[in-house]
């Protein structure tokens, strides 16, 4: 059994899983930074908490729930609560060459960063115990049933044969459409609309889009699960669609606004690696570069479209993951090719368009399902618990209100 | 004993302090400040709105000085802070009642 472990393998997928972790906390300062000085900690504290909150369930249940023995291609079974059977021999279905252990710990990265990236839209507004009770409830309600039917065995989306390298729709699609229900039920901050609530520490938050360029080489390169040249290939498109994403998103707030901004290039890259992650498996280096170019542009005018909109996606999660999440599922059913990936499948392209019709019936059902069930989370989560801080506690800011301490000394 | 109260921008506080230092002066009190006069406002943008910064950071500087040292010291302030445009600044100059130097106690002319 311990023969077919291959070192190489197992050294890169823990060294991908540990970037993958990383990402968190660089969320935490991508947002932190993003949010007012009264804010920040409050902010920060919601990402970080996560990596505990969700370490813990996904051990507990969340793992089994997402991966376990199928259950009428909805869900996994309680086999492995507790990771029972869940130990240093590989297990076949997922990863042949490494320890089962190595493979679930991966994946709980995955699982952990997936509800911070919905914290970004009802920043600066929410309790943390609702956050903490909502979020849990996410974990195993929302991200472990989408987990399960894209990439777990016998799951329904992954029979479809659709393709998602590394978590276009499970991460990103499904945490956009959660940003929107949030932002629909929570409402608006305090003065939105009059005022305009400018970041408050930006080389915080290009650090933390730094952060997460590089742990997102974990993301979807340590996908391939070997220590290959797939590998190689998913980490190569990663780095070409942030940066011509980021080009992009900088050119076109050059030409509409006059300036490139900071703001902007970090922003853009984060978007370029959202589209990028499902398709990051399949596809070849120049379609990666549209890829990110176009995602670029279609997230910033996704952002620009909020203000028109009406509603406070404080932080862009809806624009930036959802939209972006959404692009990369659909760009992945036309530019996916065998050549690169003979597990995967050649694209509208390469003149197959039922990849593409596909992709559209897993996008469809990751935006129906996450947005629907959020919101019953959030509605029942808000009734029992009450979601918002109090008007004064808005004021003062969650810093203060919600953990009784002060970011910068003052 | 009178107090000079400056408004000036950050940037030349370091060339007033160098020309003070060249006069008998007994001492200063900075602080960071925020505010304008008639000097229009910064554009910024966010997330590609625009809004007006126009509570601009400026520098004031406070000094306690005895009355026959006052003009040499507004002179030195406002020759070495002026740059022309909108936005110098301002430096007013009013009246003490009394000085306590807190080491000693002393007060009067001899303590500020």
Redesign the interface.
């Known amino acids: 059994m311990t023969s077919q472990v291959s070192a190489g393998d197992t050294a890169f997928v823990l060294m991908a899983a540990a970037l993958v972790m990383f990402m968190t906390p660089g969320l935490a300062l991508f947002y932190g930074g993003m949010v007012r000085t009264k804010n920040v900690l409050g902010t920060i504290m919601q990402s970080f908490f996560i990596v505990a909150l969700v370490s813990v369930l996904w051990a507990l249940v969340g793992y089994s729930l997402a991966f376990g023995p199928d259950r009428g291609h909805l869900i996994g079974s309680l086999a492995w609560a507790g990771l029972r059977g869940v130990g240093q021999a590989p297990n076949p279905d997922y990863a042949a060459t490494i320890p089962h252990l190595a493979f679930m710990i991966f994946q709980a990265m995955f699982a952990v960063i997936t509800p911070a990236l919905i914290t970004g839209a009802f920043a600066e507004r929410v309790r943390f115990p609702s956050f903490v009770v909502f979020t849990a409830l996410w974990s195993l309600l929302v991200y472990a049933p989408i987990a399960h039917w894209v990439w777990g065995t016998g799951g329904w989306i992954r029979n479809l044969g659709v393709l998602d390298f590394a978590g276009g729709t499970v991460v990103h699609i499904s945490s956009g459409a959660a940003a929107l229900a949030a932002v629909l039920v929570i409402g608006a901050r305090r003065g939105y609309g009059s005022a305009v609530f400018a970041s408050h520490n930006l080389p915080l938050t290009i650090l933390g889009a730094g952060i997460l360029w590089f742990g997102w080489f974990g993301f979807n390169a340590g996908s391939a699960l070997a220590a290959n040249g797939l590998a190689c290939s998913a980490f190569v498109v990663t780095n070409l669609a942030a940066s011509a994403a980021a080009m992009s998103w900088a050119l076109a707030e050059w030409m509409r606004h006059g300036r490139p901004t900071t703001l902007g290039a970090a922003s853009g890259a984060v978007a370029g690696l959202v589209a990028i992650t499902p398709a990051s498996g399949f596809v070849a280096p120049m379609p990666a570069l549209a890829i990110g170019a176009l995602a670029g542009v279609a997230c910033y005018s996704a952002v620009q479209a909020k203000w028109r909109a009406g509603y406070d996606d404080a932080l862009d999660v809806v624009g930036i993951h959802g939209a972006g999440g959404i692009l990369g599922a659909l760009a992945t059913g036309v530019f996916a090719s065998t050549l690169i990936n003979p597990a995967g499948a050649d694209g509208l392209i390469l003149g197959n368009p039922s990849l593409l019709l596909a992709q559209a019936v897993a996008v469809g059902a990751t935006v129906a399902y996450s947005f629907v069930m959020s919101l019953v989370l959030l509605k029942a989560v808000d009734l029992a618990l009450g979601l918002r801080v109090h008007e004064e506690q808005e004021e003062m800011g969650l810093d203060l209100s919600q953990h009784s301490e002060a970011a910068y000394g003052f | 004993m009178k107090k000079v109260e400056a408004i000036i921008r950050p940037e030349r506080v370091e060339q007033v302090r160098r020309a003070l230092e060249e006069l008998r002066y007994p001492g200063l009190t900075l602080t960071e400040v925020k505010g304008h006069g008639k000097q229009k406002g910064v554009r ?8 007006v910064a126009d509570m601009l950071p400026k520098v004031k500087l406070e000094i306690a000085t005895v009355d026959e040292d006052v003009p040499a010291i507004v002179r030195a302030i406002v020759a070495n802070a002026r740059t022309g445009e909108e936005g110098d600044g301002k430096v007013f100059v009013m009246p003490i009642e009394d000085v306590v130097r807190v080491r000693t106690g002393e007060g009067g002319d001899d303590a500020v």
């Open positions: 910024q943008q966010w997330r590609g709105k625009e809004y």
